[in-house]
């Protein structure tokens, strides 16, 4: 596993803070996730697990130490952009759907984002939409939405591009027990037939449960592994 070409994330000994160093969040945080490897992230509220993601997708800067995906550093910002339009899916905690535009017109941002083809971007949509059963909200505004599907709506943006990396924070926070079982099947389902990485945030032991390994964090560090 160890071997450059088998790791799709590596984040080696990295440090963040805000509020110019006063608040430490990470501290020196290593973690290496090979390609198709399915992984949750545990620990209680503020332990960093949004911040890893952050830092991972290249949205937020490390002080310190290395984040690469697919071998490449995730420190050049074109290097991040290019990494988040073409390779990366992200389902945010708080979704970040953009409130007045409709979910299908949300969903396809990223095609257009990535030079896609619009048409097998919209074939895309609805059979995602209609796997994460959000299909007939799709002419909706976000704003007009439930939680859930908002959630599940944010599911399908960061599906979009196929992205060979999936993050995902909380992402079946929004929804009851059933929908949260239906997605996170789904999730998994989709992740693992296309031999897809997938690191996720969760509370939920059971999730992290049903992932291939789970990494407890505690205070900005990795404390261990197992929920
Ligand atoms: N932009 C920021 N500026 C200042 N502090 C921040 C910022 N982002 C995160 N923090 C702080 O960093 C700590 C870790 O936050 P983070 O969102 O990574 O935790 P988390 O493990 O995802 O928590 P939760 O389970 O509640 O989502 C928290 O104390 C938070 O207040
Ligand atoms: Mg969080």
Redesign the pocket.
Known sequence: MNKTDDIEVRVEDVWKS??RGR?E?LKGVTLLVPKGGIVA?C????????????VISGL?EVDRGLVSVSGKNVVDERTRISLLRHRIGYVF?FHHLMPDLTLLENCMVPVIAAGGNRAEGMARLHELAKTTGVEHRLGQRVRELSGGERQRGALVRALMNDPELLLC??PTGALDEKNRELVFDLLLELVRARGRTLIL?T?DPELARRCERCVR?RD?RIEGEGV
Do not use: Y
């Not at 620990?43 to 952050?54: A, D, F, I, M, V």
């Open positions: 805000f509020d608040i969040v992230l620990g209680t509220s503020g332990c960093g697990k949004s911040t890893l993601l952050n937020e905690q924070d909380e945030a509370h964090m900005g």
